[in-house]
């Protein structure tokens, strides 16, 4: 059983920053990577950043130079730093991890529960 929890989401007005931080426990063997994506109401999810084990980082355009993705791997554990956030930026904010449970297990998929954040005008 694998678990993805995610916190530091909530309110804050235009301009504000907001850091998320996502930690993975379970039986976990290795995480390849791990990100964040977004859902607002009415729209489809999306990915909003994500890096690799080995460091590697892709942003959407919409976050470049806004948004940080980092990761502790001594602590199964990815965040996201976003500054200068805008309005438009108000979502439910979910977590991604790609792992496996041993040596001999193909990778799985996982989701965290989400966090709800909202950017005031």
């Known amino acids: 059983q694998v678990q993805l929890v995610e916190s530091g989401g909530g309110l804050v007005q235009a301009g504000g920053s907001l850091r998320l931080s996502c930690a993975a426990s379970?039986?976990?063997?290795?995480?390849?990577?791990m990100g964040w994506y977004r859902q607002a109401p009415g729209k489809q999810r999306e990915l909003v950043a994500a890096?690799?084990?080995?460091?590697?980082?892709n942003y959407a355009d919409s976050v470049k130079g806004r948004f940080t993705i980092s990761r502790d791997n001594a602590k199964n554990t990815v965040y996201l730093q976003m500054n200068s956030l805008k309005p438009e930026d108000t979502a439910v904010y979910y977590c991604?991890?790609?792992?496996?449970?041993?040596?001999?297990?193909?990778?799985?998929?996982?989701w965290g529960q989400g966090t709800q954040v909202t950017v005031s005008s």
């Open positions: 991604s991890a790609v792992l496996r449970y041993s040596d001999y297990d193909d990778s799985t998929f996982y």
């Open positions: 890096i690799t084990s080995g460091g590697s980082t």
């Open positions: 379970g039986s976990i063997f290795s995480i390849n990577a």
